[in-house]
Every structure is written in structure tokens, then in C-alpha cells.
């Protein structure tokens, strides 16, 4: 006789038994976030129930190849030296096909015959169940993934295609939250066109904005080419404009908020379809040398960053923040997850930064630290975020 195994099961198709879940796990990119997925793999790995979930690791290097990844390796993704990890390019290739009304896995080994490189034949790797995308970043975080799994028939956790578009795109994503009357900062976006035509113009309209601002890629993630600009001397406006298209061709430039707090709430879909839920906030204090939060301090030394969970705030701005966190979710058309990043402002408004819909996801995250703070904590937060994707049909996304 088959026991089930506790928690979620899938009916094995034709043998009238259950199966474990199989999960997918999607990571590394081609994103310069790369490192840091491989890091959030290797969290995620570990929190998912091996009795209840079979998890086969499919990594993306960083020329964009999908490889297998063997449950070893995903294991030891850490930072060695100071380094983040980084996928091996030496690996069979994996492939995702559409296989009935769902998709299965398959790999394909290089082979060497007689000093010619060769593929071998397709092994078949069974079917995949879900797959859960860890890519921050544009090529995972952005849609772009969300729409193959969607061509694929795969089920997916988090955002779909439109949602996870629209959170990447700083630029797109603050015309979604002010047309639906939420608040965000001055801005403008310089797109290459713009840039290409007529630069004193975008410098204009930047001057127009009070300095310090900040200049970002639309699409960046991680503060990666991120500048604030104190003032438009000495060529440094142009110089932060310049770094910042190194990430993306379109650039946006916000007036920054002088001595603002950073605070942060997670956010999830109910599982009843309900509204979604928020939770505790937590606030991020900097004292990295740049005065903001920069890649060194988001990943690097400890003591650039004190990390409150829960934020020390009045009960009443909490629930402010977790308020407009939710509403930033429906706004955006958000699935699963998301983390939304505001500004508390010297004058006391709430302010959104940004929403993330694949946020930092390791234990030590934000993300689930906040989420244990409110009851829910890491292996039970993946299992919710799988349980709503298994709940969802692909489609209209
Ligand atoms: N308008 C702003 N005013 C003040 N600080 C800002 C502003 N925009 C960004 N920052 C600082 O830069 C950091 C990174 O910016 P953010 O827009 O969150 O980029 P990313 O998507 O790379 O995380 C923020 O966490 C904050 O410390
Ligand atoms: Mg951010």
C-alpha cells in the first residue's frame, strides 16, 4: 500500500498512487544579479521538505545556458573570500518541453567521439509540477521567463508576465502606481531615444528635479549602477547618467528624499484569494559609505546595514505602510509574492520606492525575515508560495 506524504501530492499519472511535488528551481541568470540567486537557491533548497518535494535544480550561467545542477552542488552556492558563486558552463544542458497539458524536463550530454564534439540524445527527466524562478533581474524577474513557463504549460510561483514587467521597469511602474492614485516621487526618464536627440534637453528636465537625485537604470536591481548626484557639477550628472546605461539603455532619475527612512513589507496572495496579505514592516538603516543602500551594503559587510525586524515605528505608520504595500500589489497586478519599498519622509509621508516581485529570498532576507516575524517562517512561506502556484493554472496571466 502507498502512504501520502504530508503536505502537497500530485496524482502519478495512470498508477492511482501520489507522488511528490516536483519543484524546478530556476536560478543564476544572466542578469548581474547572478550571484546572488545562486545564493538564494541554496536557501531555498534547503527549506524545501525533501520527504514532500522533489526538487531538480535547473540553473541559467551567465552566457544563458540552462543547465542541470546537481543537489550537491546547489548546496554549497555561498559567498568563499567575499565572492558570490557563480555557475559552472561545464554541465548538460537542460531543456524545458511542453509534454500534454503540463511540461517536463530533459537533459543532453556534450560528448567527444573520436575528437568530435557531439550531443547525445535527449534523457528524459520527468514531468516538472512547478517551477519556482529565483532570477532577480531583468531575463527572469522582468516577464521574460513568466512567459516562456506560460508557452511551456508550466505552473509558476509568483508574478506573471505583465505584473513581473511592469515591477521591473522602474519608469512603467511608477505611471501604473500614480495612475491608480498611489504616491511616488518626482522623476523623469531619460530612454535612449531621448538621449540620442537631444541631451541638453534630458539634462532640463533633470534640472528641474531638487538635487540630490538618483540616477538608475529602469531596469537595474541590487543598487547596481545606482549614482546620487548631489549636485550637476563638474560633469557629474552626465558621468551617473553614463553608469547607469551600462545596466540599461533608459535611465531614471528621481529627487531624492533627504533624510527619508527606509522601510519594507512583504506582501502574499491568499490562498483563499482573499485580499492579499502584509506583513510586519521592517526598516533599513544605512551607513554605508555612498549614505544609501548600495550593492556592498545589501550583500557584503554586515556593519554597513542595521536590519529592524520589526521596524521600531508608530503602530499607525506600519499600518500605513502595510496598507499601501497591498494596494502597490493590486495596483501592479501582482501574483504570490512581492516586497514593496517605501519611503517614510522627514515630513511623515509614506512614499513607494519600488516593488520587487522576485525579492531577496535567502533565510537571512528580508522578505522571510519579516515574514517570520509575523508567524510564517521559511520553510513555510516556500511551501505557501508553492501551494498558491499549484492552485493557479497557467493562461491570461
Ligand atoms: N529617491 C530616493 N531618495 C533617497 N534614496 C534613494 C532614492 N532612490 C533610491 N535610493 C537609495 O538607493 C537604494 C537603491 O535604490 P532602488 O530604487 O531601491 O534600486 P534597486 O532596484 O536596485 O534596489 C535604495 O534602497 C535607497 O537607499
Ligand atoms: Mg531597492
Known sequence: MTTAPAGPTVPDEGRGAVRRVRVALVFGGVSSEHGVSCLTAAGVFSALDPERYEVVGVGITRTGRWVLVDDETLRGLAVVDGRLPELSEHAPDAMLLTHGPGSRLAVRDEVSYGGVDKHSALSWLGPVDVALSLLHGPFGEDGTIQGLFEMMGTRYVGAGVLASAVGMDKHFMKLVLSAS???VGPFTTITPADWARDRSACLEAVSALRFPVFVKPARGGSSL?????????????????EEAQRFDPKVVVEEGFVG????????????????????????????????????EAKYLPEEQVDLDVPALVDPTVADQVRDLAVRTFEAVGCEGLARVDVFLTREGRVVVNEINTMPGFTAHSMFPRMWAASGLDYPALVDRLIALALARPVGLR
Open 181 to 183: 492614485g498611489l504616491p
Open 225 to 241: 549602477g545606482i549614482s546620487k548626484v548631489d549636485a550637476d557639477t563638474g560633469g557629474a550628472l552626465v558621468a551617473a547618467i
Open 260 to 295: 527619508a527612512r527606509e522601510l519594507e513589507c512583504g506582501v502574499l496572495s491568499d490562498v483563499d484569494g482573499g485580499i492579499p496579505q502584509a506583513s510586519a514592516v521592517a526598516e533599513i538603516r544605512v551607513h554605508s559609505e555612498s549614505g544609501f543602500y548600495d550593492f
